[in-house]
């Protein structure tokens, strides 16, 4: 079928169609699924802008404008597809896009339309600690959102991720940006939260592999995270010491930098939420008991390439 840019589904059969594909995750997923020869439709609300642009340069098969919060666009996305991938996300509420609209109704809204079109495989990305039971808005939304993505698809698999890293990613980049800025650098509390980063390839990699069939498996779910374990203190260390730069550490309440983002998020530009300080009072590591990146034939890789490849 012809698409918006005049282009054809490269061969109709094996279609993966991927919500948040212009995202940090969803990019590197519509590249690894093009890199098995897949089509992929790629679905956001910016049909017009190409997610690899930046990257290779190449296309998604089709790229089509939908809108998670509205169901005849999803209807109409998935129609066709062996396989359907939600990687939306929503870190800061505004207007309609809430997180229980957004990470519970709209999910469910994806998995029904999506066993309702007969969609073979369908991949969930949500969080390593997601927990309907959680204090945080966020957490629980996250929780809640894969309970009814596995009651509306019984087959659904859910990949939770730890804390991505990558170029230009939300995390070490902005480590690396502070550590040169501030000659104090304030801490999550005391810097105990153990964290597991994981690369945005490898996450992508585990992702196209479930969605593309290439590895079937009878688990739903992953937790997907690196091959280290740090502290936030020894993280931030590390990240200076590959830097070169000497940096004083000093503990900061998490009740200040809950203050601090609530400010921050009425700033524009301004990348500090009040989640992400509640995801920061919480370990992030993979469950031991659950399988993860190496059950996908995945060796993880460790952050010190992409801190290798900042710019200064
Ligand atoms: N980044 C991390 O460190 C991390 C850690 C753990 C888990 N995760 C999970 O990984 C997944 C991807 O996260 P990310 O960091 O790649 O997110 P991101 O870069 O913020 O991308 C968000 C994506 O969601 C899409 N989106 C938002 N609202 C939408 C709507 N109403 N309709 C359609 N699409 C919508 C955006 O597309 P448009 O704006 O173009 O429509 C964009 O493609 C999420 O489930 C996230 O919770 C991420």
Same mark, same amino acid.
């Given at each position: 079928m012809p698409n918006q840019h005049g282009r054809n589904d490269v061969t109709g059969e094996n279609i993966v169609t991927v919500f948040g594909a212009t995202g940090f995750l969803g990019r590197q997923i519509v590249s690894r699924l093009l890199d098995k020869a897949v089509d992929v439709?790629?679905?956001? /609300?910016?049909?017009?802008?190409? +997610?690899?642009?930046?990257?290779?340069? /190449? /296309?998604?098969?089709?790229?089509?404008?939908?809108?998670?919060?509205? +169901?005849?666009?999803?209807?109409?996305?998935v129609v066709g597809s062996r396989a359907v991938v939600n990687s939306v996300s929503l870190y800061v509420e505004h207007g309609k896009q809430t997180f229980e609209r957004v990470h519970v109704?709209?999910?469910?809204?994806?998995?029904?339309?999506?066993?309702?079109?007969?969609?073979e495989r369908f991949v969930h990305i949500s969080g390593i600690g997601s927990d309907p039971r959680s204090s945080s808005d966020y957490i629980q939304a996250r929780g809640r959102?894969?309970?009814?993505?596995?009651?509306?698809?019984?087959?659904?698999?859910?990949? /939770?991720?730890?804390?991505?890293?990558?170029?230009?990613?939300?995390?070490?980049?902005?480590?690396?940006?502070?550590? =040169?800025?501030?000659?104090?650098?304030?801490?999550?509390?005391d810097g105990g939260t153990r964290l597991q980063p994981?690369?945005?390839?490898?996450?992508?990699?585990?992702?196209?592999?479930?969605?593309?069939?290439?590895?079937?498996?009878?688990?739903?779910?992953?937790?997907?995270?690196?091959?280290?374990?740090?502290?936030?203190?020894?993280?931030? =260390?590390?990240?200076?010491? !590959? =830097?070169?730069?000497?940096?004083?550490?000093? +503990?900061?309440?998490?009740?200040?930098?809950?203050?601090?983002?609530?400010?921050?998020?009425?700033? +524009?530009?301004?990348?500090?939420? !009040?989640?992400?300080?509640?995801?920061?009072? !919480?370990?992030?590591v993979a469950a031991s008991d659950l399988p993860g990146l190496e059950d996908l034939g995945i060796r993880p890789r460790g952050i010190e390439e992409v801190v290798h490849m900042m710019g200064h």
């Open positions: 439709r790629a679905a956001s /609300r910016h049909p017009h802008r190409n +997610p690899l642009a930046n990257t290779s340069g /190449r /296309r998604p098969s089709r790229q089509i404008e939908a809108d998670i919060l509205d +169901p005849s666009q999803i209807a109409a996305a109704q709209a999910a469910a809204d994806l998995a029904t339309a999506s066993r309702d079109a007969g969609v959102g894969e309970e009814v993505v596995k009651a509306a698809f019984p087959g659904a698999v859910i990949v /939770r991720s730890a804390v991505m890293v990558g170029p230009d990613d939300a995390f070490i980049t902005a480590i690396a940006r502070l550590i =040169r800025l501030l000659p104090i650098y304030p801490l999550f509390g994981v690369h945005v390839d490898d996450m992508a990699e585990a992702v196209s592999r479930l969605a593309s069939g290439q590895i079937a498996t009878d688990a739903s779910i992953f937790e997907c995270a690196g091959p280290r374990i740090y502290s936030y203190r020894e993280l931030v =260390r590390e990240i200076a010491t !590959r =830097r070169n730069v000497r940096v004083t550490l000093v +503990p900061m309440p998490f009740a200040v930098w809950s203050i601090l983002a609530s400010a921050a998020e009425l700033l +524009p530009g301004v990348s500090l939420t !009040r989640n992400q300080v509640e995801l920061m009072r !919480r370990d992030n």
